[in-house]
């Protein structure tokens, strides 16, 4: 988000000031990336300047970057030689330790709530636009997740894709008591592990099948190169015996990652699920990433629909519907204009997908 550097230097402040002037001038060449100053490139910044044997930003790619914003190669090359990499690390900890932060749920009653109205059936009761006038009603799920508390009941199958690192789905579904398929599986040597396989296929009994594409602040590697659910920093023995060696999240600008196991198997997974489903309904995304951008426009189709749900989605309707190829009509990508967990824009929602797609 573009507001989180400014909150991530007010977090240095309190954490450790005196790499504060290290952080400004890292700043500088955030502005070579095409989307702006994010924590996003400063984390790929940080990364390759700790380990610059891997690293991206070479003078070849120092000059890919200077064509975007037009700087000049020699600038782009003086501002990282001047970024005191011996400092990278201990930033890059403060950045890693501010993103947990971040993905902290600060108002629990309202995320609730918000989820209450997000999967309430009156969200994925769409109807269809008729040629003659009208609209014709339909679902967008064939079968309920029976939800045991808070209050019993039940709530549409509906899969779930997300980019954030939080754990707020988590947390409302295991509110409600709803089975939730998030990927991970018991294997033999009863190792409780990341299984993007069991995401392919549908469970015997409902649940909401979450998929997180760039990975989750609980996810941890193991030191074997798998994906566990675990909590503690590198280096922490968890109760199975598991020694944690990193965390399992993603960056999009570091696209060389999103190619590695397991995130390229789960963005198959996603590319599956927007063939499947006719009705997508997209909440704040950004479309910032190459990779995710594409996926959806050219699986966009005669019968696929896009619901863009942000306060700004007109704008951005107007940006995809100029980008796809062929360019698509208006009505096949929707907007509403409105911020999700206000009760106003559910209502906005709703009233929306009833007029018809």
């Known amino acids: 988000m573009p507001e989180y550097p400014n909150l991530f230097r007010t977090f240095l402040e309190e954490e450790e000031p005196s790499l504060l002037q290290t952080y400004e001038g890292l700043r500088d060449v955030l502005k070579a990336f095409p989307e702006g100053n994010d924590l996003e490139a400063l984390y790929s910044i940080l990364q390759d300047l700790k380990d610059p044997q891997k690293g991206i930003l ?15 190669v020699s600038e782009v090359l003086e501002i990282l030689g001047n970024s005191k990499p011996g400092e990278s690390g201990p930033l890059l900890t403060l950045l890693e330790k501010f993103i947990h932060t971040a993905c902290e749920i600060k108002d629990e009653p309202s995320l609730l709530r918000s989820y209450d109205e997000l999967l309430g059936a009156g969200t994925w009761s769409w109807s269809w636009k008729q040629p003659g006038g009208g609209a014709v009603g339909t679902a967008a799920w064939e079968r309920t997740v029976n939800c045991r508390t808070n209050p019993p009941g039940w709530i549409p199958e509906i899969p779930i894709v997300t980019t954030n690192y939080d754990l707020a789905v988590e947390r409302y579904l295991r509110y409600r008591q709803a089975d939730i398929n998030d990927g991970f599986e018991k294997n033999p040597g009863g190792r409780v592990l990341l299984t993007p396989s069991v995401l392919r296929s549908e469970t015997q009994s409902p649940a909401i099948k979450l998929v997180k594409l760039h990975g989750s602040i609980d996810w941890k590697m193991t030191a074997d190169g798998e994906v566990m659910l ?115 824009g559910m209502t906005k929602l709703r009233a929306r997908i009833r007029e018809g797609l």
């Open 230 to 344: 675990a909590e503690g920093p590198v280096g922490t023995v968890t109760r199975r015996w598991e020694r944690i060696s990193g965390d399992a999240m993603v960056f999009p600008t570091r696209n060389k990652s999103a190619a590695n196991r397991p995130f390229f198997e789960l963005l198959s997974i996603f590319a599956d699920l927007l063939r499947e489903k006719q009705f997508w309904l997209v909440i704040g995304y950004s479309f910032r990433d190459e990779n995710l951008r594409r996926l959806f426009l050219d699986t966009l189709g005669e019968q696929r629909y896009m619901v863009l749900m942000s306060p700004h989605a007109s704008r951005k309707v107007d940006e995809l519907r100029n980008e796809a190829a062929p360019p698509t009509s208006r009505e096949h990508i929707v907007a509403i204009d409105a911020e999700f967990g206000n009760p106003e």
């Open 58 to 72: 070479n003078p070849a790619v120092a000059y890919q970057l200077s064509t975007a914003k037009n700087l000049i």
